[in-house]
């Protein structure tokens, strides 16, 4: 069976994404299977969610703030339709 460990608590404001989801909290979970870590986080006022993958026995800080930069990013592309 995985771990899993659940994070949750403010996240800090990054740029005008965060201004979409009014609240600065997002839900961090990591997952361990095997040799890998995953890491996903989600918005809970958007309701959006993404996920990056490290391996196990890298920085578990790393991954939380890769799988934070990515949802800032999805945030971002989100909010501004015609950046794509």
């Known amino acids: 069976m995985p771990a899993r460990f659940l994070v949750a608590g403010p996240a800090e404001p990054k740029g005008p ?39 196990a026995r890298g920085s578990q800080e790393m991954l939380k703030r890769t799988v934070l930069a990515k949802l800032d990013y999805v945030l971002k592309r989100k909010r501004s339709p015609q950046a794509r």
Request: no cysteine; aromatic share 6%.
């Open 17 to 55: 994404a965060r201004v979409m989801g009014k609240s600065n909290e997002i839900l961090i979970e990591f997952t361990q299977v095997g040799s890998y870590l995953k890491a996903t986080a989600i918005d809970p006022v958007t309701l959006t969610e993404v996920s990056s993958v490290g391996p």
